[in-house]
């Protein structure tokens, strides 16, 4: 792609898809923000089971925690790896980010195949519905980021990521950490804060 | 617009990188022992609230690139995050959940 090479700069010396992508990440914060504070308002009102004390699993969300916060790391290297032209370990990290998401998409497939098989389910209880609006929102997020670090994997190895397309491994890397934060939100405040 | 306008501070090295993920993990690690050490548990909320923050901060400082790129950005961000924190702090004394006290 070659547009990609081309400095797209505003008037104030920022690159435009920088710029429109930090907006964008600001506009998520607010939906994000709108939907875990809908959990929170209607935390411990549902008027029955199964309760989050009942069903979390924390021990299997921890590991998926720290898968996620492992492939922020390795998208960290992945556009390092960009920046310096080694398109070796660009590959690898973007693949290796990939594969993380994948992996805390099944840990999020397994938690909710369980939790459906114990009775919970959106039309459950407000528990149920406002969880898994925003763990599903989110893991949509992981979805979205998988694709799109397959994508940059696939022309990495098409040879047609190269140096000068760092710009873009940036803008999807901040992305993927946004979705990252957002995690650290919920486990915090969903899973070992849960009433 | 010159050119040194539009530059930002170089990124941090893969060094720094390490590290960070080394304190990220023992935060996650030092949150679930908080959430599963009973003695913990009346000041469970400020602890975890805290090393979340820290979390959150050192992700977005570092592997974002807050922290060197163009103030603007951190604007850009922050506006937009703290709004959203003011409406979830609002939403949250309207409903009554602090003073629930549960």
């Known amino acids: 792609?070659?547009?990609?090479?081309?400095?797209?700069?505003?008037?104030?010396?920022?690159?435009?898809?920088?710029?429109?992508?930090?907006?964008f990440i600001g506009s998520e914060c607010l939906l994000f923000g709108s939907l875990i504070s809908t959990y929170l308002v209607y935390q411990g009102r549902s008027v029955s089971g199964p309760t989050p004390a009942q069903i979390l699993n924390i021990p299997v969300t921890s590991i998926s925690t720290f898968d996620l916060l492992m492939s922020s790391l390795w998208m960290v290297l992945a556009l390092a790896a960009v920046q310096r032209g080694d398109m070796k370990w660009a590959r690898i990290w973007l693949l290796g980010v990939a594969i993380g998401g994948l992996i805390f998409l099944g840990f999020q497939f397994y938690e909710f195949s369980s939790f459906v098989h114990e009775g919970l389910t959106l039309q459950a209880n407000l528990f149920g519905a406002t969880f898994f609006v925003l763990t599903g929102t989110h893991g949509a997020h992981v979805a979205v980021g998988v694709l799109w670090m397959l994508t940059l994997w696939v022309r990495a190895l098409q040879g047609k990521l190269g140096q000068e397309h760092a710009i873009t491994v940036e803008i999807a890397g901040l992305y993927w950490h946004f979705v990252d934060v957002v995690w650290i939100a919920i486990f915090t405040l969903v899973y070992l804060l849960h009433k | 617009m010159e050119q040194s306008q539009v530059a930002e501070h170089p990124h941090p090295t893969a060094a720094t990188y390490l590290r960070i993920a080394a304190i990220l993990t023992i935060i996650t690690v030092v949150e679930v022992g908080?959430?599963?050490?009973?003695?913990?548990?009346?000041?469970?909320?400020?602890?975890?609230?805290t090393l979340s923050a820290v979390k959150f901060v050192l992700v977005v400082m570092f592997y974002m690139h807050l922290k060197m790129d163009r103030p603007f950005f951190t604007f850009l961000f922050g506006g937009p995050f703290l709004?959203?924190?003011?409406?979830?702090?609002?939403?949250?004394?309207?409903f009554g959940v602090f003073a629930l006290g549960r």
């Open chain 1, 1 to 23: 792609m070659s547009s990609a090479a081309t400095a797209h700069h505003t008037s104030m010396g920022l690159d435009s898809r920088k710029m429109a992508f930090w907006a």
């Open chain 2, 34 to 49: 908080v959430f599963y050490v009973p003695a913990f548990h009346p000041v469970m909320a400020p602890i975890l609230l």
């Open chain 2, 83 to 94: 709004l959203a924190a003011a409406v979830m702090i609002a939403l949250l004394f309207l």
